[in-house]
């Protein structure tokens, strides 16, 4: 008996690997992607279902926005006619269709690639990505091993600046912390001494997790290398400490900020959801919300 990606699969359940037609393989590329896009909801990616719509799931162009690739190339995909995907459009495709980790891996042995374990290509955790498609109005994103941020609201990019653009060492918060003076700018100098021990205590946490050979590990030698001061609080050996939930800000455009910063934290994937808010009434409230026009006028300006 064939199975549906060509392996030959015995009577005693024995399975002899055949070389799998390239024609068929990418038939079963197509019928992956196609079913997960027709799994998802309008809904599910927070938008909302017109009365006009057929379609139980999303459409390709709708797909093919939230991965960042043509709706022409989305469709060739499903019908196996498209060239192979690189592993950055794999990538995308799994964000962007809201794929588990499992299925992650899965459409990336399709293409007989390993799934990437880079800090640039952490695949998000789909239980935080549904949160964070509620989110749109709202300053909240995603963080990954050693304080790389994966993902953020318009809001968010409002607020704290493009954090997905850096690249190399340079995506950790704690690295930027310590070698970047211009990482520093949105917060006021009271807090600086505090911060300094609470990204050391957080990247001493990162490396047990991830350990040598890590993004993390990386990060923590280039630190130790090249800042005096991380050198220093690191030798205090403290673990445990974090951000306290109030946090200020010194923003270039609306002025001083008062926020609460919620932190939803996913033990599977050492994921956390980071979401900000203002007191109602406050001023800062009112800057809050004035910065969230701006933020969703740089995602249409885009």
């Keep these: 008996m064939i199975d549906s990606v060509g392996l030959l699969i015995s009577n005693d359940s024995q399975r002899e690997e055949l070389p799998v037609s390239p024609v068929r393989a990418k038939d079963a590329l197509g019928a992956f992607l196609r079913s997960r896009r027709e799994a998802l909801r309008p809904e599910d990616i927070g938008l909302r279902r017109g009365p006009h719509r057929r379609a139980g799931g999303l459409r390709r162009e709708e797909v093919a926005e939230l991965c960042g690739i043509s709706a022409d190339y989305v469709g060739r995909l499903e019908r196996g006619t498209g060239p192979w995907p690189s592993s950055e459009v794999l990538a995308a495709l799994a964000r962007g269709l809201r794929l588990t980790s499992g299925e992650r891996n899965h459409l990336f042995s399709l293409c007989g690639r390993a799934a990437p374990l880079s800090p640039a290509a952490e695949h998000i955790d789909v239980g935080i990505q549904r949160i964070l498609d509620r989110l749109n109005d709202t300053p909240a994103q995603v963080m990954g091993q050693a304080g790389t941020t994966l993902r953020q609201t318009p809001p968010a990019v409002a607020l704290l600046g493009d954090e997905t653009a850096y690249r190399g060492l340079a995506r950790s918060a704690g690295y930027r912390w310590f070698l970047d003076p211009s990482g520093r700018d949105l917060y006021p100098a009271r807090d600086h001494a505090a911060n300094s021990r609470i990204q050391a205590s957080l990247l001493r946490e990162s490396l047990v997790r991830y350990g040598d050979g890590s993004f993390t590990a990386q990060v923590v030698a280039a630190l130790l290398d090249q800042s005096d001061e991380f050198r220093s609080v690191w030798d205090l050996q403290e673990a ?12 270039p455009e609306v002025g001083g900020l008062e926020l609460y910063c919620q932190t939803l934290v996913d033990g599977g994937s050492g994921q956390f959801l980071l979401v900000f808010t ?5 001023e800062s409230y009112d800057r809050l ?4 026009v701006v933020g969703h006028q740089l995602l249409e300006g885009s």
């Design 289 to 292: 919300a004035l910065l969230n």
């Design 240 to 251: 445990g400490l974090r951000f306290p939930p109030e946090k200020h800000f010194d923003h």
């Design 278 to 282: 203002a007191a109602p009434g406050s």
